[in-house]
């Protein structure tokens, strides 16, 4: 952002803990930073191979691979995994390295709070994947657990709603540290308009997080009384209601997906600026359209349940609504637009992501005010194309906005250059295979064919075994991915303290790697 | 939003209000931000953000129930 005054030939040895206790108190946002960050690819790989085994099972009509039941429990995991697994510690990840180095702090507000937000991942994710070896397996009524289903399953639902209580706890908590760390730790002169983007979404985020996991926790607390101790929130013959937990589950569930990709458009905003070497084209707009989108986020959740029953007026409220919630996410698309315009641009791997990033991000908004239009919506809902807008989103969204935000901080991570040719061809044939996996489902979805289903009728063939070439190449292209950072840690050409030439945030005045201690007295933001 | 303005300290109202106008819309010109940020506090801008929320969604139910009259 700004010209900064700072002594990088202050030496400072850095001592750290090492071996296993490097990890297990890790208290550095550097460590913490890290293991976020390979967690949530453990998790991306675990919910690949699940995804993989679905689109096996779907490469042809007919029951092949797995049976009905196991099906439904790997498309419900794949959701809850890659959701709360994947996508959502990978950002906290990016704010556990960046957040401190971009606004010139030495470390996260709450050291040990942060390594407690982490650890109590671990034995979450534990307990949501062992409930597939658990009597009556895995939670099986897909990733929005609505009752009625989710009150008959097996003890699978109790240890999968334990799970999430434990990571919206692990969430809570990291949030109010970026909270704190944000308005309390930033370097003299970093006021708050002048905070790197990346910084301003996550902070936003943070306030989503603190406002939308409680009401998780509530739903899926109402549920476990349902299940085990007879009440009947959920249970029409009890005298409760079903369709209750439908809206607090989205009050909680629309405000979750812009979680997921509020952080991404500030990993987008960070890059573009970068390659296209030219400052972020209204970047106060920016703020205010992500502030506006949290806002809005909170008001539109029933465009999820336009068939589960409502009065018209409920119906053409929601769909107003989720309408308007389009502008302030299209103005975003027309800054980072703007942004390049006459910019002297570069296109190395973070840019191929990032442009990558606003082309299907953008397909992905479309379909999704499609399916707002309630006439629309009746005949989509539950249907293929609800899952190729979401992939669209969340994958070519969130998804691509991480890795170019991987490829784009590595150098500082490892102090290594990546090895650019692989980064080009993993973007390229993850653009290629996304697509192919993913587009071909607006056609299955509005030719009918319904989400959640093992088979299907025979018209369908042709596209899902197109479908499923595409996620097979997707899945393994992410081998590639694996190898290139692998390859980036282990070695390659010595970065420099700032590899891209139009770099403007604090980070990069730092040397690479960045020193385990890094701005112990804080530099000065002009 | 605008119909407030005229109350209490006219002035203040006002910008809070447009602040927040633009702010739902996504846009906002630089000399107008510089501004607000210098003669807004936090609190008024969340305070603003708020009511207009409020109002947006009572905005919203009044065109609906118009529209289904
Ligand atoms: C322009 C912005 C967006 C609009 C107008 C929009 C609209 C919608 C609508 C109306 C639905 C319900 C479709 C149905 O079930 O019939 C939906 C589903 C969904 N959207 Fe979006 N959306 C937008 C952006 C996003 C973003 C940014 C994400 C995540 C990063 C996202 C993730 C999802 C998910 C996960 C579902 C499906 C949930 C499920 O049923 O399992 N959407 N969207
Ligand atoms: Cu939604």
């Known amino acids: ?526 | 939003m605008k119909e407030k303005k005229a109350k209490l300290d006219g002035g203040k109202l006002l910008q809070i209000s447009g602040a927040v106008f633009w702010a739902f819309f996504g846009v906002r010109k630089q000399s107008d931000l510089e501004l607000d940020a210098s003669t807004l506090t936090p609190a008024q801008v969340i305070i603003g953000g708020i009511v207009g929320a409020a109002l947006f969604v009572g905005s919203l139910m009044l065109l609906v129930s118009l529209v289904t009259s």
């Open chain 1, 1 to 526: 952002m700004a010209a900064v005054d700072h002594d990088i030939a202050h030496a400072h040895d850095d001592h750290h803990p090492t071996g296993l206790m490097r990890w297990i108190g890790a208290t550095n946002h550097k460590d913490i930073g890290t293991m976020y960050l390979w967690f949530s690819f453990i998790m991306f790989l675990t919910g690949g191979v699940m995804a993989l085994t679905i689109r096996a099972e779907l490469f042809q009509p007919g029951i092949q691979i797995v049976n009905p039941e196991l099906f439904n429990q790997l498309t419900t995991m794949h959701g809850l995994v890659m959701v709360f697994g994947a996508i959502m510690p990978a950002f906290v990840g990016f704010a556990n390295w960046q957040i401190p180095m971009m606004i010139g702090a030495p470390d996260m507000a709450f050291a040990r709070m942060n390594n407690w937000s982490f650890w109590l991942l671990v034995p979450a994710a534990l307990l949501l994947i062992s409930s597939f070896f658990v009597p009556g397996g895995a939670p099986a009524g897909g990733w929005t657990i609505y009752p009625p289903l989710s009150v008959q399953m097996g003890m699978g639902m109790d240890m999968a709603i334990f799970a999430l209580h434990i990571m919206g706890a692990a969430s809570i908590m990291g949030s109010i540290n970026i909270i704190t760390t944000v308005l309390n730790m930033r370097a003299p002169g970093m006021t708050l308009m002048k905070m790197p983007l990346f910084v301003w979404t996550w902070l936003i985020t943070a306030y989503l997080l603190v406002l939308a996991m409680p009401v998780l926790a509530g739903a899926i607390t109402m549920l476990l009384t349902d299940r085990n101790f007879g009440t009947n929130f959920f249970n029409a013959a009890g005298g409760g209601d079903p369709v209750m937990f439908q809206h607090i589950f989205w009050f909680f569930g629309h405000p979750e997906v812009y979680i997921m990709i509020l952080p991404a458009f500030g990993i987008v905003s960070e890059i573009i600026p970068t390659f296209a070497r030219k400052p972020l084209f209204g970047y106060s707009s920016m703020v205010y359209a992500t502030a506006s989108i949290a806002i809005l986020s909170c008001i539109v959740w029933a465009h999820h349940m336009f068939t589960a029953g409502m009065p018209a007026a409920g119906q053409l409220f929601f769909m107003y609504a989720t309408m308007l919630i389009a502008v302030p996410t299209g103005v975003k698309v027309f800054n980072w637009t703007a942004t390049m315009w006459r910019g002297s641009m570069t296109f190395e791997t973070p840019m191929l992501f990032a442009i990558g990033f606003i082309f299907l991000f953008t397909i992905g908004g479309f379909s999704g005010v499609i399916c707002a239009i309630v006439p629309i919506d009746i005949q989509v809902q539950d249907t293929y194309y609800v899952i190729a807008h979401f992939h669209y989103v969340l994958v070519s969204g969130a998804l691509f906005a991480l890795f170019g935000g991987t490829y784009y901080w590595l150098p500082k991570w490892t102090g290594h250059m990546y090895d650019e040719t692989l980064g080009k061809w993993h973007f390229w044939l993850s653009m290629f295979f996304f697509n192919l996996a993913f587009f071909v489902q607006h056609f299955l979805g509005l030719a009918g064919m319904p989400r959640r289903v093992p088979d299907y009728a025979l018209q369908f063939a042709d596209f899902n075994m197109i479908s499923s070439i595409g996620a097979f190449g997707f899945g393994l292209t992410q081998l590639l991915f694996l190898y290139v950072v692998l390859k980036c840690i282990r070695g390659g050409e010595k970065a420099p303290a700032s590899p891209w030439e139009g770099a403007k945030t604090l980070e990069w005045t730092l040397p690479s790697p960045a020193p385990y201690h890094s701005f112990e007295t804080p530099p000065v933001v002009k």
